[in-house]
Nanobody, 121 residues
Framework: QVQVVESGGGLVQPGGSLGLSCTAS????????MGWYRQAPGKQRELVAA???????IYLDSVKGRFTISRDNAKNTVYLQMNSLKPEDTAIYYC???????????????WGQGTQVTVSS
């Protein structure tokens, strides 16, 4: 069984910073892509940032220059540093991890439970 657990989040004023972390644990052979998604009320879930095991990153256009994704492969952990936060960044942030549980099996993915980020004065 594989678990994906996020931490961080909370309430921050506009222009402030917040950090999120996410760890995949359990019967894991290798973790591939790890990414952060968000879903605001009444909107679809969208990809915020993702990083592959080889270090390639992608970002949502609206967060480029403000958010930074990084990961520690040894810990199967991905981080999201969010700076210059705006009210429109308010959402539930979800982590997703793609992984194999053995070297010959197929790739699976799992979502974390989500963590609330609220940007408000």
């Amino acid at each position: 069984q594989v678990q994906v657990v996020e931490s961080g989040g909370g309430l921050v004023q506009p222009g402030g910073s917040l950090g999120l972390s996410c760890t995949a644990s359990g019967s894991i052979f290798k973790v591939y892509d790890m990414g952060w998604y968000r879903q605001a009320p009444g909107k679809q879930r969208e990809l915020v940032a993702a990083e592959g095991s080889e270090g390639r990153t992608i970002y949502l256009d609206s967060v480029k220059g403000r958010f930074t994704i990084s990961r520690d492969n040894a810990k199967n952990t991905v981080y999201l540093q969010m700076n210059s936060l705006k009210p429109e960044d308010t959402a539930i942030y979800y982590c997703n991890a793609e992984f194999q549980t053995d070297p010959y099996g197929s790739t699976s993915s799992r979502w974390g439970q989500g963590t609330q980020v609220t940007v408000s004065s």
